[in-house]
């Protein structure tokens, strides 16, 4: 038995139905109706970062950890 091809309006609800969760996943919210949280960005992470290597700013006697470069007392 072959099946019929939907209808006009059944595509038409089915494609504004992706449009709307590719949206909400693209934002990163929950689906309506959900009790639980979206991920949350850690703090920190818009922190200074040393001039030479451009790795997060760990400091040690006065000069990035890393690479070694001498920082300046007006940075970070």
Do not use: F, Y
């Not at 996943?25 to 639980?36: I, N, Q, V």
């Not at 960005?41 to 451009?54: F, L, Y």
């Amino acid at each position: 038995m072959k099946r019929k091809p939907p209808a006009g309006s059944a595509i038409a609800a089915r494609v504004s139905a992706l449009e709307e969760r590719v949206t909400r996943l693209e934002a990163r919210r929950p689906p309506p109706g959900d009790g639980r949280t979206t991920h949350e960005a850690r703090a920190g992470r818009d922190g200074a970062r040393c001039a030479g290597c451009g790795l997060p700013l760990r400091r040690r006697r006065g000069r990035c950890a890393e690479c070694g470069r001498p920082l300046d007392a007006d940075a970070g």
